[in-house]
C-alpha cells in the first residue's frame, strides 16, 4: 500500500513540473526609473530615449531579457498556423511616456516581436538597433548566413495605440551582392521595390512602385512579430 501511494506521489509531481507553463512579468505600471521596471531575473540589454508623444519629454524604450533559456513556441509564416519551438531566452519590449514630474507610466508591454539571440542564423543575436526619432520607435534586425536579410520597423504611437507606419526588407547574398530590397510606406499605401546588386544600387538596378492593399493599418497587437505577415503572396514582412 505504501508503495502505490509512493507511485501516485510521484506521478502527480511528475504532471505537475509537465503543466508548468513560462508566465511573462508583467511590467509595473509607473516608475521614477529604468530599474524600477526591471523584473527579477530579467536584464536590460538595449534602450533608447527620445519624444514618443509629441510633448518634447523623453520618453523610454527598453528591451529586456530573461536570465534563463526556455521552451518557446514562437509563430513564423503567416502569424497563425507555422509554430515552432525554439529553446532561448524570453524578451520584453516596454515603451513609457515621462511626464514633467519625471514620472514613467508604461504605455505599452510586449512580450513577442523583439526577436530572440537564437533566431539570426549564423550572423548570432538579430538584435541591431531601437531607436527614438521624430516621435517614432525604429527597430532593426538582421540574420542569415550567404544569404542575409536586414529588416526594420517604424512604430508611431496615434489615437492611443501604436501603428506600423513604415518597414523595409532588405535580402542579399554577400558573396555576390544579389539582392531585393523592399521599402513599404503604409501611411500613403506604397510599396518601393529595388532589384538588382547591392554594390550597383544606383547605377544598373531595377526599382518599381506599386500600390499596398491591406484592410488597416497594423499594430503591435495584430502584427505578431516579424516574418509573420504575409502582405503579399510568398513575401514576408
Given at each position: 500500500m505504501k508503495i502505490l501511494c509512493f507511485y501516485f506521489l510521484m506521478l502527480s509531481v511528475q504532471i505537475g513540473f509537465a503543466q508548468k507553463t513560462f508566465t511573462f512579468p508583467k511590467i509595473k505600471s509607473q516608475g521614477?526609473?529604468?530599474?524600477?521596471?526591471?523584473?527579477?531575473?530579467?536584464?536590460?540589454?538595449?534602450q533608447a530615449q527620445g519624444d514618443l508623444n509629441n510633448d518634447d519629454l523623453a520618453d523610454l524604450a527598453v528591451v529586456f531579457e530573461y536570465s534563463k533559456q526556455i521552451d518557446e513556441t514562437r509563430t513564423y509564416g503567416d502569424n497563425?498556423?507555422?509554430?515552432?519551438?525554439?529553446?532561448?531566452?524570453?524578451?520584453?519590449?516596454?515603451?513609457f511616456f515621462k511626464d514633467k514630474s519625471g514620472t514613467y507610466t508604461l504605455s505599452i508591454q510586449n512580450n513577442d516581436f523583439i526577436l530572440r539571440s537564437e533566431e539570426g542564423g549564423k550572423l548570432g543575436d538579430p538584435l541591431q538597433q531601437i531607436a527614438i526619432k521624430d516621435q517614432q520607435l525604429y527597430l532593426r534586425f538582421q540574420g542569415g548566413a550567404e544569404w542575409r536579410w536586414e529588416l526594420g520597423y517604424?512604430?508611431?504611437?496615434?489615437?492611443?495605440?501604436?501603428?506600423?507606419?513604415?518597414?523595409?526588407?532588405?535580402?542579399?547574398?554577400?558573396?555576390?551582392?544579389?539582392?531585393?530590397?523592399?521599402?513599404?510606406?503604409?501611411?500613403?499605401?506604397?510599396?518601393?521595390?529595388?532589384?538588382?546588386?547591392?554594390?550597383?544600387?544606383?547605377?544598373?538596378n531595377q526599382r518599381t512602385s506599386e500600390v499596398l492593399f491591406f484592410s488597416q493599418l497594423r499594430t503591435f497587437k495584430t502584427f505578431k512579430k516579424p516574418w509573420a505577415w504575409e502582405i503579399m503572396p510568398n513575401v514576408y514582412l
Open positions: 521614477a526609473s529604468i530599474e524600477q521596471f526591471t523584473p527579477a531575473n530579467w536584464t536590460i540589454i538595449d497563425s498556423s507555422e509554430i515552432i519551438k525554439e529553446t532561448q531566452k524570453p524578451r520584453i519590449l516596454a515603451l517604424t512604430f508611431k504611437f496615434e489615437n492611443k495605440d501604436w501603428f506600423l507606419t513604415s518597414a523595409v526588407n532588405l535580402y542579399y547574398n554577400q558573396n555576390n551582392g544579389d539582392m531585393t530590397e523592399r521599402v513599404y510606406d503604409f501611411k500613403r499605401r506604397e510599396l518601393f521595390t529595388t532589384y538588382g546588386n547591392l554594390h550597383n544600387r544606383d547605377i544598373a
